[in-house]
């Protein structure tokens, strides 16, 4: 049994006692135990979405002027490093006609070289 259905319980527990003051304040905990629940399970998901920037950020490689993922056997990118570095979003960059990678969020260009 969870908080709220034991705050239901005792609103309708002291409905029964017909005692108007206990069940005014029986009815503002509930309505506060509703507000930390939602602040709870907002909570929960900012901590889960932090938790999977931490994992891309751990993987996060930079070659080429981008930033690539890190795999087992593999890479996978090339991601956008201002994008990335600014608001830790991983967009993937594209060739344009000219073989230049490009950001299609904001289209800049980077150019694609190897530092040896």
Known sequence: MGILDTAKDAVQLVQKIDNIELYKEILN????????VSE?????????????????????????NSYWLKREDSED???CTLCWDKDQK????????NDRWYCPTHGKPSPVFSIA
């Open 90 to 97: 991983l967009v993937r960059k594209l060739m344009d006609d």
């Open 40 to 64: 709870n399970t907002a909570l929960k998901e900012k901590n889960r979405v932090l938790e999977d920037k931490l994992r891309v950020k751990d993987t996060l490689v930079f070659k080429d």
């Open 29 to 36: 905990l509930q309505s506060e135990a509703i507000k930390l």
């Open 77 to 79: 990118g090339p991601f």
